[in-house]
């Protein structure tokens, strides 16, 4: 249980008090400046303040309740993932820093100057969680010509190249995309701990890139068997680049915890029925006939495929497993499905994760600030017991499959 860890994610684009308006913390708000709130405005004048600040209230409260580490996520209209590790590193003590870098936006001298740097900075307080862009056209929005198997080469490249410009020097590599001659970090940089390699991806590619480099594999979250067999395919590929017992398991998803699981499915149905027409449509096929989803990312696809564009369905079509529910994009986008049940239900569920092979969770809830708070104090510390009733239970039932009460009322 010791080496499980636990990241909160840092909301870099906006946060709010529940999520379909993650928006009305932050610069992100489209409300009238004068409406605003804090930070940034109280009663409509200035404050002085800005969302870092809020950003580090959020830092701290992970750090202070309990969390590993803080996912820094990457992303075309957030703040700059780098650039909000660097100013949170000096205003916490022990967290870690997950830092989301999209391979095509450095040249390898720069990246591995400016991680080790950071390294300095944070007293090695930071892994990468290396990006690769599942959607062409949002990526020739930021200037990346590549398509998507392209894309993951230039990844497994440059994760190779900033390795090896980080540890020696002088450091020559001719490859696909990359050209170094007689370059490398030089001390005191040289000396930094290069940072652990998260990866994520679901598709061929991906798989490959992380079987050859990741030290953890990330998965959006899915019914356990699902995400059983992804960490599986994880894992062949791990073996066959020689380093199967390298790689370990991680998930990122989002919940929303309460006392009882009647609160949790209670807020998660009241946050569906006052959703607004048109942020349901913009996350949505509503009012369309259904289609394939657009995006070309395998893992997109994957939770696309539990929810079908939300074309004919009801808030309960949408529960896809015990505690999950594939509704959470229709609120605020990204992936689909998210964890809802009482502290000791979301424990089991993360248990179960663990059972399977997770050791790595990044967890979000909004608003973030006092979710870490609640994550933090009631859910985390009810993981090892639950762990330990699941593995009593499995040893008592000689493997039998594990039934798991679905709530009373969801
Ligand atoms: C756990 C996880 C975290 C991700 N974080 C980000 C992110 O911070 N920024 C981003 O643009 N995409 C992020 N993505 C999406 C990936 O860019 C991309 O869609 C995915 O790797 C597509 O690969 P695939 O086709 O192999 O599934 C994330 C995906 C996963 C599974």
Known sequence: MSDIEYFWRLPTHGDGRQAHDKHTRGEWNRTPAALRKAP??????PDGFGYIDYLSQVARAAEIAGFT??????????????TVAA???????????????????????????????????????????????GDSAAQ????????????YARTGELIEVVKGYWQSAPYSHHGELYRIDNGGLKSPLREQPI???????????????????????LV??????????????ARAAARSAGREDQMKFGVRVDIIARETDEEAWGEARRLHETATASTLKQFADLGREPRAPSTESAGAQRQWAM??????????????????????????????????????????????????????????????????W?????????????LQRLQELRSGSSRAPISIPEPASV
Request: hydrophobic share 40%; proline share 5%.
């Open 140 to 151: 020739r929005a930021i200037g990346d010509q590549l398509d998507h198997a392209r894309r």
């Open 69 to 82: 580490g803080a996912l820094v996520p990457t992303g075309a209209i957030s703040y700059q993932s780098w």
């Open 220 to 233: 959006w979250a899915e019914p356990l068997e699902g995400n059983r067999q992804q960490f599986e395919a």
């Open 374 to 386: 609640r994550v933090g104090e009631e859910v985390l510390p009810r993981v090892p017991a639950a």
């Open 195 to 217: 940072p652990r390699t998260f990866l994520v991806g679901s598709s061929e590619p991906a798989l490959a890139v992380s079987g050859a480099h990741a030290d953890v594999y």
């Open 307 to 372: 929810h079908q564009g939300y074309v004919g369905k009801s808030f309960d079509d949408l529960i896809v497993g015990p505690s999950l529910w594939a509704g959470f994009s229709l609120l605020r986008g990204g992936p689909s499905c998210g964890l809802i049940g009482s502290y000791s239900s979301i424990a089991e569920r993360l248990a179960e994760y663990i059972d399977i092979g997770a050791t790595h969770f990044v967890l979000a809830s909004n608003p973030h600030l006092e979710e870490a």
């Open 40 to 45: 940034g405005q109280v009663h409509g004048e």
């Open 87 to 133: 100013a949170l590193a000096r205003e916490t003590r022990r967290l870690r820093f997950l830092v989301a870098h999209q391979a095509g936006y450095t040249e390898p001298h720069f990246l591995a100057q400016t991680a080790a740097t950071l390294q300095a900075i944070s007293g090695g307080r930071i892994d990468i969680n290396w990006i690769t862009g």
